[in-house]
């Protein structure tokens, strides 16, 4: 599915409540954000579970999302990557307490956002300039949250390795995104 | 280490939703003060979004687009434009404790291995060269201090570690407000060093367990 097709879907979930406009946008997403949870080491039955609560999210707050401001697949990460906290944090081993901070932190933050068309650049450049071993790098330690001792025996590359390729990556992104 | 790429670093493990409750709050407060950091933030999230739109699929057996329709409830979403005045109340409020004269601080109570602090420097006031056992993160709130490596206002954030030595000094006008987080406790040099380790480690005693 193109881009502006989901883009249009989610217009016409914010207008009209038009299902057959959601369903496009969970055939397109819930396999993605399944996924995305099952990379992140959670088991398949909740990654069910927690997708279902993602596009619900989707459906029920449709009216939060801004597309002046963010991209419809950077929400739904967000929505996404929340859940994730939500759940390791009431399956933590540490005594879960109600007052965990991160709940309030990462709702629904209202922050300084760029310029879609200056995010768009950034974006381009950042794709331009990276290689393909430094994107998967980049999604393996920040998207599946891979340990560095995981992405090493992955890629079978040394530790030390690893760790100076991130950390050269990470220098080479302050460049990008002055 | 080059303190860019662990600021970096810090937003990156933001978005991404690793850190632990005391460095989320602490990265959430950073953002929200610091407008260069949001956008670096925000641009990361598109990264990852992008991640999304081209992410692998997994299919969900048992679920269908119907399933995600018929479920409306939905909590009120709280209020996270402070947070720091959402997790701690009103600074004045609280219970300040003074570490020597003009300088207090408050312990957050946080279940976390890392300590969240309020530090707060009445005007001119200084800290004894120190330097650090593990990472510590400064972010100001309020006023701006100076050190051996430049001045640090509102929204500025300085990493200090092992290496660091220094004798940060409050603004003489202002004073200042920070927000710190400690990965170790750290180790004091000079006039009053011996004293103030001292008083580290027999702090380190009474920690709330």
Redesign the interface.
């Known amino acids: 599915m193109e ?1 502006s097709n989901l883009d249009d879907s989610m217009k016409r979930i914010q207008k009209d409540r038009d ?1 057959m406009a ?2 496009e946008i ?2 397109f ?8 949870f ?2 992140n080491g959670i088991r ?1 039955e909740s ?2 579970e927690l ?2 609560e993602v ?7 449709s009216n939060l999302y801004d597309s002046n401001k ?2 419809l ?6 929505i ?3 859940k ?2 939500d759940f390791y944090r009431k399956n933590s081993k ?2 879960f ?1 109600e007052e ?15 310029e879609e068309n200056e ?1 768009k650049k ?2 381009e450049r ?1 794709n331009n300039e990276l290689d393909e071993q430094q994107k998967i790098m ?2 393996m330690n ?2 599946e ?1 891979k340990s560095h001792k995981k992405i090493a025996d992955e890629l079978e590359i040394p530790l030390g390795t690893v760790k100076s390729r991130l ?1 050269h990556i ?2 080479k ?2 460049e990008f ?1 002055r | 280490m080059n303190g860019t790429v662990v600021k970096n670093q810090l937003i990156f493990d933001f978005a991404s939703g690793v850190l632990g409750p005391a460095k989320s709050l602490f990265a959430s407060t950073y953002l929200q003060l610091n407008s260069n950091a949001s956008k670096i933030s925000s641009t990361f999230e598109n990264m990852l979004g992008e991640n999304l739109m081209y992410n692998e699929n997994i299919h969900p057996k048992n679920l269908k687009y119907t399933d995600c329709i018929s479920s409306e409830n939905t909590k009120p979403t709280p209020n996270a434009n402070d947070p720091v005045t959402s997790f701690f109340g009103k600074l004045d409020n609280l219970n300040w404790k003074q570490v020597y004269k003009g300088f207090k601080e408050y312990t957050a109570k946080i279940d976390d291995k890392d300590e969240l602090k309020l530090i707060k420097m009445d005007p001119g006031v200084s800290v004894p060269l120190h330097s650090h056992g593990g990472k510590e993160f400064i972010l100001v709130l309020e006023g701006s201090f100076c050190d051996e490596y430049g001045e640090y206002s509102k929204g500025d954030i300085q990493i200090n570690d092992q290496k660091i030595k220094h004798t940060p000094i409050a603004s003489r006008h202002t004073g200042c407000v920070c927000l710190s987080i400690t990965e170790k406790d750290v180790i004091f040099f000079g006039k009053y060093g011996s004293f103030l380790n001292l008083f580290t480690f027999i702090k380190s005693f009474f920690k709330p367990k």
């Open positions: 881009k299902e959601f369903s969970f055939d997403f819930a396999p993605k954000v399944n996924a995305y099952i990379q398949f990654s069910e997708t279902q596009l619900s999210t989707v459906w029920v707050k963010s991209a697949s950077t929400w739904i990460f967000t996404a990557r929340n994730k906290i540490i005594n307490k965990d901070v991160r709940e309030f932190l990462y709702q629904d933050r209202e922050i300084d956002l760029i995010a950034q974006m950042i980049i999604k920040f998207f949250n950390r990470l220098t992104m302050q995104l």
